[in-house]
C-alpha cells in the first residue's frame, strides 16, 4: 500500500465518481481504477459498490474512509515539525480549538506564549468537539479548549475560564423593558443559536438552560459562529445566547447584552488533554491558561469595570 493508493481511495470516497474524481487528481480513469483494484486486494475487501449509474462506498469503505484522513495530516504534522525547526523553533504545540472559545482570551494566552517562549511553535486547529477528543486520542493534537468535559476516558477536562451566560438583544426590543430576562418570556421570541454539530459543547449547556422552563423553543437559525449571531440580533432577525465575552468581542452596532433573571447560568471553557505525562512545553502552557483566568478573577476587564453589570450596550 501506497500514499498514491491512499490519495486515490480518498478521491472517489469523496466524489463518489470516477470521473470527477480522476479529474481532481489530474490523472486518467483507468490508473485510478487501477489503483483502486491494487488497494483492494491488498486490504482483501471491497471498498466501493459501483454500478453504471452510481458509486458508493460499502462498510468495509466507510470503515477505511473514518482512518485515511488521519494519515494524510499525521503526514503534514510531520511535514510542519521539520520545517519549524529548520525555521529554528525548538519545539511545537497542536492546540485543538472547539465551540469558539473566547477570542478576547485567546489573543492574550497567545501573546504569553510568545513573550515567554518564542522558541516553541504554537499551532492552532478549529474542530469539532468529537473531532477534537478523536484527534487527542490519535496523537494530532497537543491540547485543547471547548465548551464541554463530556469528553469520555482517558481525557482530563479541566474548567478553566468562564463567563456569563447573557441574552444578546436588538436595540428597541420589547424585552428591554426587562433589566434582567425571565427565561419563559426569552422563549416567547424567536432565537438565533449555535450550530449543535459544529459548537457541541455550547449546545449542551445552552440546552441544559433552555430545559429550566416548560415551553419549546423557537430557533430561528443555526449558525456556525458567533460573529454570525451577533449580525443576525443586529439585524433584529432573532435573540442570541452567547457568554458576555463573545458578545464584547463580536460587539455589533444595535445590541444590548442582558443577563437572565435569578441567578446567571455560566458558559464554562475546558482545557483538554491526555490524561498521563506531559512535556515541559504543555506543562508551562497550562499555567499560562490557568494564570490568565486567575487575572480575570482578581481584576475585572476594562469593559466589565466601565459597564453595568446587567447591561452591556456599544
Not at 73 to 79: E, F, G, P
Not at 220 to 247: K, N, P, R, T, Y
Request: proline letters at 5%; charged letters at 25%; hydrophobic letters at 40%.
Amino acid at each position: 500500500m501506497e500514499l498514491r493508493h491512499l490519495r486515490c481511495f480518498l478521491a472517489v470516497a469523496e466524489e463518489l465518481h470516477f470521473a470527477r474524481a480522476a479529474e481532481r487528481l489530474h490523472i486518467e480513469q483507468s490508473p485510478l481504477s487501477r489503483a483502486i483494484k491494487e488497494l483492494e486486494e491488498d486490504l482483501g475487501a471491497q471498498l466501493f459498490a459501483r454500478t453504471t449509474r452510481s458509486t458508493r462506498l460499502t462498510r468495509t469503505g466507510r470503515l477505511f474512509l473514518a482512518h485515511v484522513p488521519r494519515v494524510f495530516a499525521a503526514l503534514q504534522q510531520a511535514r510542519d515539525s521539520v520545517k519549524a525547526a529548520a525555521n529554528g523553533f525548538h519545539g511545537q504545540l497542536r492546540i485543538a480549538l472547539s465551540d469558539g472559545i473566547t477570542s478576547s482570551r485567546l489573543p492574550s494566552l497567545l501573546a504569553l506564549c510568545r513573550q515567554e517562549e518564542p522558541e516553541v511553535e504554537i499551532r492552532l486547529f478549529e474542530t469539532s468537539l468529537s473531532q477534537q477528543i478523536k484527534g487527542l486520542h490519535d496523537d494530532l493534537y497537543d491540547v485543547g479548549f471547548a465548551l464541554s468535559d463530556e469528553v469520555g476516558d482517558g481525557i482530563l477536562a479541566e474548567p478553566v475560564w468562564s463567563d456569563p451566560l447573557m441574552v444578546a438583544v436588538p436595540a428597541r426590543h420589547p424585552l428591554l423593558a426587562y433589566k434582567r430576562i425571565p427565561l419563559d418570556e426569552l422563549l416567547r421570541y424567536p432565537l438565533v443559536l449555535c450550530n449543535p454539530q459544529i459548537c457541541e459543547g455550547y449546545a449542551r449547556q445552552v440546552d441544559r438552560v433552555l430545559r429550566g422552563v416548560d415551553r419549546e423553543p423557537m430557533v430561528a437559525e443555526q449558525v456556525a459562529s458567533f460573529d454570525l449571531m451577533m449580525a443576525l440580533v443586529s439585524a433584529g432577525f432573532a435573540l442570541g445566547l452567547a457568554g458576555s465575552s463573545h458578545i464584547l468581542t463580536c460587539r455589533k452596532s444595535d445590541v444590548v447584552a442582558r443577563p437572565l433573571a435569578g441567578r446567571s447560568p455560566m458558559l464554562t471553557t475546558y482545557l483538554l488533554r491526555l490524561d498521563g505525562e506531559q512535556s515541559e512545553a504543555l506543562a508551562c502552557f497550562i499555567e499560562r491558561v490557568r494564570s490568565i483566568g486567575s487575572h480575570e478573577n482578581e481584576e475585572p476587564t476594562k469593559s466589565a469595570q466601565s459597564d453595568s453589570p446587567e447591561e452591556i450596550e456599544p
